[in-house]
């Protein structure tokens, strides 16, 4: 599960990267009981405008079973908009798909791979990852990695009309992770971020 010479290059070049061709494999490689074998299913890299790298690994159980529904995708941006200072451009990292299969959800697997790929983006040198969370994810990202929420004053502006109607007290948190499960759950989707440097 190597990265391409391309790849390398390009992300040493773009985003002041020290990356190496088995980045992805190292990090992949992390320590869960139902980490088997990983594969990269594709590796796509885009040198213009806007330039990215976008790749997509698929994970088995030590039992030969499918541990995602549907590959990991995750890309990383030359320059892309950050959501902690909208004004300005940098390197970015997208978590794009992560669905683990319903047998193996709740087994504590994301704890052990968001903070493998958090080491990968910050060897990258990456100013900011985003990702869009849906379901349960809209909690767990907010509350055990530390993720805030792009466009906080538009869920404040909610908050006390639903807490409200929910027996809840309407005082906005000072934080994203403040808010109370079913609130962050009732959402969509939420569109968040992490600042890394």
């Known amino acids: 599960m190597r990265l391409s010479s391309?790849?390398?290059?390009?992300?040493?070049?773009q985003?002041?990267?020290?990356?190496?061709?088995s980045d992805l494999e190292q990090t992949?490689?992390?320590?869960h009981p139902l980490n088997g074998t990983r594969s990269l299913k594709r590796e796509e890299l885009q040198t213009e405008a806007p330039s990215f790298l976008r790749?997509?690994?698929?994970?088995?159980?030590?039992?030969?079973?499918?541990?995602l529904e549907m590959p990991l995708a995750r890309m990383v941006y030359a320059e892309h908009v950050i959501h902690s200072n909208p004004g300005r451009l940098?390197?970015?990292a997208y978590n794009a798909a992560f669905y683990v299969e319903r047998k193996f959800q709740r087994q504590g697997l994301a704890t052990v791979v968001y903070p493998a790929e958090e080491n990968l983006y910050r060897k990258w040198n990456i100013a900011e990852v985003q990702?869009?969370?849906?379901?349960?994810?809209?909690?767990v990202w907010l509350r055990k990695f530390g993720f805030q929420l792009k466009d906080a004053e538009?869920?404040?502006?909610?908050y006390p009309a639903w807490a409200r109607m929910n027996g809840k007290d309407p005082t906005v948190p000072t934080s994203a992770a403040g808010y109370p499960d079913a609130f962050l759950r009732s959402?969509?989707?939420?569109?968040?971020?992490k600042v890394l440097r």
């Open 6 to 13: 391309a790849s390398v290059d390009w992300l040493a070049e």
């Open 55 to 67: 790749w997509w690994v698929e994970i088995t159980t030590p039992a030969g079973e499918r541990l």
């Open 15 to 21: 985003c002041g990267a020290s990356a190496d061709a």
């Open 90 to 92: 940098d390197h970015v």
């Open 131 to 139: 990702l869009h969370a849906l379901g349960d994810g809209c909690v």
């Open 28 to 31: 992949y490689a992390f320590s």
């Open 154 to 158: 538009v869920y404040a502006a909610d």
């Open 187 to 193: 959402r969509t989707e939420l569109h968040a971020y």
